[in-house]
């Protein structure tokens, strides 16, 4: 069964930074595509950052474009995010999310980390 652990939320001012790890167990890495999805209360759940396993591809959200960096450790089974320039409209939840290549959608989910930003 894989199970994904999101860790490193928390509480931190604007301007500041905080890194998010998600942790994989119960299968490898190996031909899957991992993301980072966030919510908002009263708001649906948005796509954040994501890092394709063909050729490491990354993509982001055009409001964490420049700010926020994703990557992956393949020998340790984790994802993570760097999120610098902390903004009070990134607070959210943050879920770590993974999928197969031939998935469309994103079969497994972490079950969130808050992260709140104060001004």
């Known amino acids: 069964q894989v199970q994904l652990v999101e860790s490193g939320g928390g509480l931190v001012q604007a301007g500041g930074s905080l890194r998010l790890a998600c942790g994989v167990s119960g299968r490898t890495f190996f031909n899957y595509d991992m993301a980072w999805f966030r919510q908002a209360p009263g708001k649906e759940r948005e796509f954040v950052a994501a890092?394709?396993?063909?050729?490491?591809?990354?993509s982001y959200a055009d409001s964490v474009k420049g700010r926020f960096t994703v990557s992956r450790a393949n020998a340790v089974n984790t994802m993570y995010l760097q999120m610098n320039s902390l903004k009070p409209e990134d607070t959210a939840v943050y879920y770590c999310?993974?999928?197969?290549?031939?998935?469309?959608?994103?079969?497994?989910w972490g079950q969130g980390t808050q992260v709140t930003v104060s001004s």
């Open positions: 999310a993974g999928k197969p290549l031939a998935s469309g959608d994103y079969l497994y």
């Open positions: 890092h394709r396993w063909i050729g490491g591809r990354t």
